[in-house]
């Protein structure tokens, strides 16, 4: 069972602050440090001291860390056009030895694009099978080959297809909601499906989805790594778990209704609960970036006992 931990700088983070927050997650023996990629406070807070870009903190993250994984949940698609981000994503996996997995989505909050002068498309869906077809086509080329591609949104001619990542596939990481769409994009690219803050019910439901449509195009149903993204509040008693909701502006009821929230038990409980889906990877989102107790403690009493 791998542990992640997942970060929201757009609330309110600089690069040292996160930089802190991956030493911990390495020297605590977690699998990975994953970011969101949001230019713009979504929690209702300022914001300060502002963004920081996903990929340039992986870039530094890489040079700074040696063992965890990096990566994103998820670079939004309308950020980056698809040739420049396989040339940052394999750059950053060569700056790590190969340590680097990239989670691609639409895009989705139009506010942050209408705040920094970032085109929000209508059709983004579309949009992002053409990105995924382009970025893993551009890997995929043989040193000395070229790459072309004549899609409806993007046209790529004798692209030399550099440079290469280290890895010799870097994992791809889908996720969403999406009933039809999202499961058959997942099948046809993704190495992992990820669910975001969803219930064991629908994460069973969504899993079970991607599994047909990874059949359908001839994979065989648990060749990807199936996943969960889920805000965690762990305490070693009642007062310390109020107390870190409070602290992140969340109701404990609510918490531990939709998260891992509670006392180590309650929380390996609940991740049982969620590995009799199928779910083996749970990414812990963390509200609160200046509380390391809370990472420790995670490692010692939850992370402990799943290994």
Same mark, same amino acid.
């Given at each position: ?23 911990? @997650? ?25 963004? @920081? ?18 990566? @994103? ?62 970025? @893993? ?56 499906? #990820? ?10 439901? *969504? ?29 070693? #008693? ?64 939850? *992370?402990? *006992?799943?290994?």
């Amino acid at each position: 069972m791998d542990l992640r931990i997942f970060t929201e700088p757009q609330q309110g983070a600089t690069y040292d602050t996160l930089l802190t927050v991956a030493k911990a @997650t390495e020297d605590l023996g977690f699998d990975a440090f994953y970011r969101s990629d949001h230019y713009v406070s979504m929690g209702g807070g300022d914001g300060l001291p502002g963004p @920081t870009d996903a990929w340039i903190t992986l870039a530094g993250l890489a040079r700074e860390t040696s063992r965890i994984r990096l990566g @994103t949940l998820m670079t939004a698609g309308t950020f980056r056009l698809p040739g420049v981000l396989a040339i940052q994503v394999a750059q950053v996996d060569q700056m790590s030895g190969g340590r680097v997995e990239l989670g691609l989505g639409t895009g989705w909050y139009e506010k942050e694009h209408t705040a920094y002068g970032i085109p929000f498309p209508k059709e983004k869906f579309g949009r992002l099978e053409e990105q995924l077809a382009i970025v @893993t086509g551009l890997w995929a080329t043989p040193v000395g080959g070229t790459f072309d591609f004549d899609g409806t949104y993007y046209q790529l001619k004798d692209s030399p297809a550099l440079p290469k990542p280290v890895q010799t596939k870097i994992p791809v990481l889908i996720g969403g909601h999406g009933a039809k769409r999202t499961p058959a994009l997942a099948a046809r690219y993704a190495d992992e499906f #990820n669910i975001p803050f969803a219930s064991v019910e629908d994460s069973r439901r *969504q899993f079970g989805r991607v599994r047909e449509a990874a059949e359908t195009e001839g994979r065989k149903k648990d060749e990807l790594v199936y996943s969960n993204a889920l805000v965690a509040c762990v305490g070693r #008693n009642d007062a310390e778990v109020a107390r870190r909701a409070a602290a992140i502006g969340r109701e404990v009821d609510e918490l531990k209704a939709n998260g891992l929230a509670g006392s180590p038990a309650e929380v390996i409980d609940k991740i049982g609960q969620y590995a009799a889906t199928g779910s083996t990877r749970f990414y812990l989102q963390i509200l609160d970036l200046g509380d390391l107790d809370h990472l420790e403690l995670i490692s010692a009493e939850v *992370q402990s *006992q799943l290994t």
